[in-house]
C-alpha cells in the first residue's frame, strides 16, 4: 500500500466531508431558527462512518452550541 497516496485521500475524503456537513448543519440551523423549531441553545448531532465492504462502523456524537 502506498501510505502517501492513502494518507492524502483520506485527507481528500475528510476536507469534503467537513466542509459539506457545516454547510448543511448551518443551513438546518438557519431554517430551524426560522420556523420556529429551534429557539437557540444546543443542538445534538450525529454522524455515521461506515466503509462499504468492510466491517467498520462508527457513530459520533455531540452537541453544537447555536446561541
Given at each position: 500500500?502506498?501510505?502517501?497516496?492513502?494518507?492524502?485521500?483520506?485527507?481528500?475524503?475528510?476536507?469534503?466531508?467537513?466542509?459539506?456537513?457545516?454547510?448543511?448543519?448551518?443551513?438546518?440551523?438557519?431554517?430551524?431558527?426560522?420556523?420556529?423549531?429551534?429557539?437557540?441553545g444546543r443542538v445534538r448531532a450525529r454522524v455515521v462512518l461506515s466503509?462499504?465492504?468492510?466491517?467498520?462502523?462508527?457513530?459520533?456524537?455531540?452537541?453544537?452550541?447555536?446561541?
Amino acid at each position: 500500500m502506498n501510505e502517501d497516496a492513502f494518507n492524502m485521500s483520506i485527507r481528500k475524503f475528510l476536507k469534503n466531508v467537513g466542509v459539506t456537513s457545516q454547510r448543511e448543519i448551518e443551513s438546518a440551523v438557519r431554517a430551524g431558527l426560522a420556523s420556529g423549531k429551534l429557539k437557540g441553545g444546543r443542538v445534538r448531532a450525529r454522524v455515521v462512518l461506515s466503509l462499504e465492504g468492510l466491517d467498520a462502523q462508527k457513530t459520533i456524537e455531540g452537541e453544537i452550541e447555536v446561541g
